[in-house]
């Protein structure tokens, strides 16, 4: 068993107070004392309520957010070192998919410049169209997008090229916040199958529990900035501990589409 990333004691808030503010002594953290880790290969699952803090702790383990306290490790070593003397093998080694495919690619730019972008940035080169041809081979997708302009692609497309795009740079982690709440339902599957397909190390946050539960190893449940249940995708969903993922998965079994 290997970790390849573990979280102790995660606090965090946005709030931050100006110098004449006087420090409240102890901030209402968004973030509040989240433990976690992440074995090498398998896919975490991150449920809760709207607001209880899912894409914030996702932010904070990619290095996005920096903690108020407690501490990240990423294969061993603190996000903090990673990011001071390793910063770019640190974000190719970490890579996110966001909810808003469309969002997430410059209306300017061309799916084939879209798609070049993290290896200008990060690797200082340009990878030529045969390479990424290669890379939409990976998500199902064929040539003619490239030079194509993100109006001009589905919902679902987009998703599969966000994907493509984070596999670019081969990460050894992949963080998807909400990857498939914005699709329609015909293309959700494909975009999860995708997802399941890879491999890779992968953090879901997702409020579809039916999803966790296809993909999933380990979950954990967030409220109020906290971790209130966590372990073993089946134990969890089989045999919950509190009200409130009971709650959870009572709504999801009302809504589930699988
Ligand atoms: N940039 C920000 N500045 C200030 N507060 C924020 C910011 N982003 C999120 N918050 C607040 O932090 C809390 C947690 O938000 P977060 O987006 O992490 O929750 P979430 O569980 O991902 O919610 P959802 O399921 O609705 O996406 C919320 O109270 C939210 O209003």
């Known amino acids: 068993m290997s970790l390849l990333v573990e979280a102790e004691s995660l606090h965090f808030t946005y709030a931050q107070s100006l ?14 004392g989240v433990s976690l880790a992440v074995e090498a290969g398998t896919t975490l699952g991150v449920v809760g309520e709207s ?8 932010r904070l383990l990619c290095g996005l957010l920096a903690p108020g306290k407690g501490e990240i490790r990423f ?17 190719r080694r970490n890579q996110m998919v966001f909810q808003s495919p469309a969002s997430s690619f410059d209306p300017r730019m061309s799916i084939f410049r879209s798609l070049q972008e993290p ?13 990424v041809t290669g890379w939409l081979e990976r998500v199902g997708l064929g ?51 995708l997802l399941m397909d890879l491999g890779l190390t992968l953090v879901l946050v997702t409020h579809d529990l039916a999803v966790v539960g296809r993909i999933c190893e380990t979950m954990i449940v967030m409220k109020s900035g906290k971790i209130v249940e966590t372990g073993a995708t089946a134990d ?20 589930s589409l699988f």
Do not use: C, M
Request: charged share 30%; aromatic share 6%; net charge positive.
């Open 19 to 32: 110098p004449w503010q006087k420090q409240a002594a102890e901030p209402s953290w968004i973030i509040d």
């Open 51 to 58: 607001g209880s803090g899912k894409s914030t702790l996702v």
């Open 75 to 91: 294969g061993g070593r603190g996000t903090g070192e990673w990011l001071e003397r390793d910063a770019r093998e640190f974000r």
């Open 119 to 131: 290896a200008r940035a990060i690797e200082r080169r340009v990878p030529s169209r045969q390479e």
């Open 143 to 193: 040539p003619e997008v490239l030079d194509r302009y993100p109006h001009q692609l589905s919902g679902g497309q987009l998703q599969r090229l966000a994907v493509a795009r984070a596999l670019s740079l081969g990460p050894k982690l992949l963080y998807a916040d909400e990857p498939t709440s914005a699709l329609d339902v015909s293309v959700q599957a494909k975009v999860l199958n």
């Open 236 to 255: 969890v969903l089989a045999n919950p501990r509190t009200d409130y993922t009971r709650k959870l998965i009572e709504a999801a079994d009302a809504t």
